[in-house]
């Protein structure tokens, strides 16, 4: 029989009640919650943002009234993602199958809605997750891939599957045919990436015509951490308009020489190479771990010049692009794999930098899910891709 319900907004005094939820074994097994999280972690789910709110779901009736029974949560995303909403829910397992995860998502996506209105709202769910599949995608949302290795659940590797939900003005949900991954569904939408990059004044670059030395010139240089020093001609790759255009920079928050020379003084939890020659930085890669969980994770993030848009600060047009991103993406492989011991890597690109993509696979990475209208770039929402790659021995 369905329960009834109030949803509401989260208050300080539903904290306790949501980490009894978030630890129970069943919870955890369906989610990233893990058994030692403790109950002051959650303090921020009651603090107010106008980039995310937290509901919870709470008995309406009986002797248990008010008795919260489940929770939910969105995020807003910021910069090129503002249109892009994450979710996430658990319900107590003791309610289980009595509707409690549909009025949350139907509140999630209505509310939403009405002060947000997202582009595109996304998460993800492990394969074997029936029930929570099944509740997506009633919601119409769709899956988009699979990332092999995520998470460490019982002692194991599991997989999780992308899924999104796309809002198209005044259609409500995508009703379009499962997302489809890999060379095939990228080469029908190839021309259209190719369309929007002539836009940008960069010549048409077709998959596999550009080989790696094939044309311009080869620079020598050396893959190395980054130093303070390093500062001005770091600010200048992240100007480079075609390194604008693949990175999470908008043109006017490109962080300045003094926060990129505070940054680079500071230990933090992330490794750096650049790929310098001479004075002049031509790229750079960041490897960040996650967390718990996905401890065994890490992003990685490539910024160099691409060859359709190199000039005067990188003369090498398209062999020096190669030579950068394979030297860089080498760089980090042997540190994940050699001296850190991660088992997943994990990286994302437009779906139109097929220059990029034979060095990613012959470094082991392999192409996972297609993410939808996933960014913001040039006034049009694009796909990502996503690509990992898995190390055995770890």
């Not at 397992?93 to 595109?120: F, K, N």
């Not at 928050?253 to 003094?258: D, G, I, Q, Y």
């Amino acid at each position: 029989m369905p329960a009834r319900v109030n949803v509401r907004f989260v208050r300080k005094e539903d904290i306790k009640a949501i980490h009894y939820i978030l630890t129970r074994p069943e919870v955890m097994w369906g989610t990233l919650q893990f058994p030692s999280r403790r109950l002051p972690s959650l303090n921020r789910m009651v603090e107010t943002s106008e980039d995310g709110f937290s509901l919870v779901a709470e008995l309406a009736e009986g002797p248990m009234k008010g008795t919260v029974v489940g929770n939910a949560g969105m995020q807003r995303g910021t910069g090129r993602k503002r249109h892009v909403a994450g979710l996430g829910m658990s319900v107590d397992p003791a309610y289980h199958g009595q509707g409690i995860g549909t009025v949350l998502m139907e509140a999630c996506l209505e509310t939403a809605r009405r002060w947000w209105s997202p582009l595109r709202v996304e998460l993800e769910v492990y394969p074997d997750n029936e029930r929570a599949i099944a509740l997506y995608q009633k919601f119409g949302f769709e899956v988009e891939g699979r990332k092999r290795g995520v998470a460490i659940r019982q002692g194991k590797y599991v997989d999780t599957l992308v899924m999104s939900r796309i809002e198209l003005a005044g259609l409500g949900p995508s009703q379009s045919p499962q997302a489809e991954v890999g060379p095939a569904a990228d080469e029908s939408r190839a021309k259209s990436s190719r369309d929007d990059q002539a836009k940008a004044s960069a010549p048409e670059i077709e998959t596999g015509e550009i080989k790696p030395g094939a044309t311009g010139e080869r620079l020598e240089g050396e893959v190395r951490p980054p130093v303070p020093s390093d500062a001005p001609s770091i600010r200048k790759l992240y100007e480079n308009p075609g390194v604008l255009r693949q990175s999470s920079f908008l043109p006017w928050n490109v962080p300045p020489v003094e926060k990129i020379a505070e940054d680079l003084e500071k230990a933090v939890d992330r490794h750096v190479f650049v790929w310098t020659s001479g004075d002049s930085v031509n790229g750079e890669i960041t490897l960040i771990p996650a967390r718990f969980r996905m401890a065994r994770t890490a992003t990685v993030s490539l910024l160099c010049v691409p060859p359709d848009t190199s000039g005067k600060p990188f003369p090498g047009a398209a062999g020096a692009a190669f030579t950068v991103a394979r030297d860089l993406l080498r760089a980090v492989v042997d540190l994940a794999d050699n001296w850190l011991g991660f088992h997943r890597l994990e990286m994302e690109t437009y779906a139109g930098e097929f220059w990029l993509f034979d060095i990613l696979e012959s470094m082991g990475f392999r192409r996972e899910a297609r993410l939808r209208k996933a960014s913001l770039r040039d006034g049009v929402f694009e796909d990502r891709l996503v690509w990992g790659r898995i190390c055995e021995s770890w």
